[in-house]
């Protein structure tokens, strides 16, 4: 085995907790290649990957996947597929330029599960853990669709990623080191973190507090193929490919390299099966410059 089989992260925050580094194990430290297993360490990384909710109409708080934070104000990266189905509800401020801008309403009820501090059992889960998202910005591409046009409708291609911006934070969010200029290649050793049972929550926001679970699960693979341009017409985000298994409440999680660097978000998957480990699809961090602009505009 090796000297050190984990993988090492380091968040901006980590000195402020007198800590070097959080290191992604299970708790029984067995080999972590192709190991699916709970985070050993949720008080530290936990305060940088968030469960995604959203609360309907009827007051029903719905789990919907993952995200990480990437600037301690509020400001998150997930998959553009963990709110998509919800996009007819935001308002569209801009789609011109190579991102759709949306304001997301406060009746929309989509928040982050901030942690860890959250009290269970017979407590309330306080409103600072839960803030709201307020914006949300997704790179797009023409469509290349002339009839959308003649309709009135966005004509645009979303790709599988999205900042999204919290109203102002009472609670801390740590956040992750991205390794733009560190390219995934094949045979890499990666690591996928999230939240598989956050898309089965489904509860009254009453009894949120003693139905809500959300482990943070660890996912080892290695990089098997590359997508720089897309996987194809219908997968056009630049990706790469992992043998590993990512659940679907993963949606949106960081995918970490062996620096403990931020390279890809868990997009899409195909589920492990006897003797089948796995394989997951992560869009590319690096070859998303719009990405880093729809950043950029949330910060200034």
Same mark, same amino acid.
């Given at each position: 085995?090796?000297?050190?089989?984990?993988?090492?992260?380091?968040?901006?925050?980590?000195?402020?907790?007198?800590?070097?580094?959080?290191?992604?194990?299970?708790?029984?430290?067995?080999?972590?290649?192709?190991?699916?297993?709970?985070?050993?360490?949720?008080?530290?990384?936990?305060?940088?990957?968030?469960?995604?909710?959203?609360?309907?109409?009827?007051?029903?708080?719905?789990?919907?996947?993952?995200?990480?934070?990437?600037?301690?104000?509020?400001?998150?990266?997930?998959?553009?597929?963990?709110?998509?189905?919800?996009?007819?509800?935001?308002?569209?401020?801009?789609?011109? +330029?190579?991102?759709?801008?949306?304001?997301?309403?406060?009746?929309?009820?989509?928040?982050?599960?901030?942690?860890?501090?959250?009290?269970?059992?017979?407590?309330?889960?306080?409103?600072?853990?839960?803030?709201?998202?307020?914006?949300?910005?997704?790179?797009?591409?023409?469509?290349?669709?002339?009839?959308?046009?003649? =309709?009135?409708e966005l004509d645009v291609d979303f790709a599988d990623?999205?900042?999204?911006?919290?109203?102002?934070?009472?609670?801390?969010?740590?956040?992750?080191?991205?390794?733009?200029?560190?390219?995934?290649?094949?045979?890499?050793?990666?690591?996928?973190?999230?939240?598989?049972?956050?898309?089965?929550?489904?509860?009254?926001?009453?009894?949120?507090?003693?139905?809500?679970?959300?482990?943070?699960?660890?996912?080892?693979? =290695?990089?098997?193929?590359?997508?720089?341009?897309?996987?194809?017409?219908?997968?056009?985000?630049?990706?790469?490919?992992?043998?590993?298994?990512?659940?679907? +409440?993963?949606?949106?999680?960081?995918?970490?390299?062996?620096?403990?660097?931020?390279? +890809?978000?868990?997009?899409?998957?195909?589920?492990?099966?006897?003797?089948?480990? +796995?394989?997951?699809?992560?869009?590319?961090?690096?070859?998303?410059?719009?990405?880093?602009?729809?950043?950029?505009?949330?910060?200034?």
């Amino acid at each position: 085995m090796r000297k050190n089989p984990w993988i090492i992260v380091r968040t901006h925050q980590a000195k402020s907790d007198f800590r070097t580094d959080w290191t992604i194990r299970s708790r029984d430290n067995g080999d972590p290649d192709r190991q699916f297993f709970l985070v050993d360490d949720p008080f530290n990384i936990r305060k940088a990957v968030v469960p995604l909710l959203y609360t309907n109409e009827r007051s029903i708080v719905n789990g919907l996947g993952t995200a990480f934070g990437v600037d301690d104000r509020g400001i998150l990266y997930t998959a553009d597929h963990v709110i998509s189905h919800l996009r007819d509800q935001a308002v569209l401020m801009s789609a011109v +330029g190579p991102s759709a801008d949306y304001e997301v309403p406060a009746e929309f009820g989509l928040q982050a599960f901030l942690g860890m501090g959250a009290v269970f059992g017979t407590h309330n889960i306080p409103d600072e853990d839960l803030p709201m998202i307020t914006e949300s910005k997704t790179p797009t591409r023409d469509g290349g669709d002339p009839m959308k046009e003649l =309709r009135g409708e966005l004509d645009v291609d979303f790709a599988d990623v999205c900042v999204l911006k919290t109203q102002p934070l009472k609670n801390e969010l740590h956040t992750l080191p991205a390794g733009l200029d560190e390219p995934p290649k094949v045979g890499d050793r990666v690591v996928a973190l999230g939240f598989p049972e956050i898309s089965a929550l489904s509860s009254p926001r009453s009894r949120l507090n003693v139905t809500l679970v959300e482990g943070l699960y660890a996912s080892y693979g =290695r990089i098997v193929n590359l997508y720089p341009d897309g996987r194809d017409r219908t997968n056009t985000t630049p990706a790469f490919e992992v043998e590993a298994h990512w659940p679907s +409440g993963m949606s949106g999680g960081p995918v970490i390299n062996e620096n403990g660097k931020v390279i +890809g978000i868990v997009s899409r998957s195909i589920e492990a099966s006897s003797g089948f480990a +796995g394989l997951g699809l992560a869009s590319w961090l690096g070859r998303l410059p719009d990405l880093q602009n729809a950043l950029r505009t949330f910060l200034s």
